[in-house]
């Protein structure tokens, strides 16, 4: 490009001054003074506009090369712990899920830990909480119910009374009697509290 703007530069000098050499004999001197003077004024005037067009170029072109060091460059590309996960992705994460949906129960000389699909249902003794496992065995830890129901609300429990979490899948039948009682596969009663019965109709599908 600086070298076109050379030349046409070069080129228009070079017809000037042809120009004013034939008709440079046939003129006076007020003639020549005037068109010495048109002459500066118009190399001036392209010559003018010819550097602030090569200027405005070398500008762009560094500034293009060299970005300004307050830029910032951004990535409008999602995170990946962000990116929406594939239907295999989660079907990974069902089945984690499902294979480790183990908890740990601590006890005075050892820990032990079920499956959380092996669980009844717990209820509350005091400061205590009394597990039912499917196999008939019964197991008393020394928390809290409500520390185990926010335990096992992912994987499905629903806090039927105050002193009862229970597990859907075992749940029989809803009895209407005394306003809502859960009859659970092994033939118990669960009572179901006044402002727990629309969350426990919920979770067990109304």
């Not at 500066?40 to 090569?54: E, K, Q």
């Not at 712990?81 to 908890?103: F, W």
């Not at 008393?140 to 002193?163: C, M, N, T, W």
């Amino acid at each position: 490009m600086k070298n076109k703007i050379i030349f046409g530069f070069a080129f228009i000098l070079t017809y000037g001054i042809q120009v004013a050499q034939a008709d440079f004999l046939n003129m006076g001197s007020a003639e020549i003074m005037m068109l010495l003077v048109a002459g500066l004024i118009f190399f001036g005037f392209f010559g003018g506009v010819f550097m602030l067009i090569y200027f405005l170029i070398k500008k762009n072109r560094n500034n293009s090369s060299n970005p300004a060091p307050n830029t910032v460059a951004i990535n409008f590309a999602p995170p990946l712990a962000y990116q929406n996960p594939t239907i295999e992705e989660k079907a990974d994460k069902k089945e984690t899920l499902k294979v480790n949906a183990r908890i740990a129960l601590p006890q005075q000389n050892e820990i032990r830990y079920v499956n959380t699909e092996e669980i009844i249902r717990c209820e509350a003794d005091n400061n205590y909480t009394n597990f039912f496992f499917s196999d008939g065995d019964q197991l008393l830890i020394s928390k809290s119910l409500k520390e185990y129901s926010d335990l096992l609300k992912p994987h499905g429990f629903v806090r039927a009374h105050q002193s009862h979490l229970v597990n859907p899948k075992f749940v029989k039948s809803w009895l209407k009697e005394d306003g809502g009682t859960l009859l659970m596969d092994s033939g118990e009663k669960i009572p179901v509290s006044k402002p727990n019965r629309e969350m426990v109709k919920e979770v067990l599908g109304k």
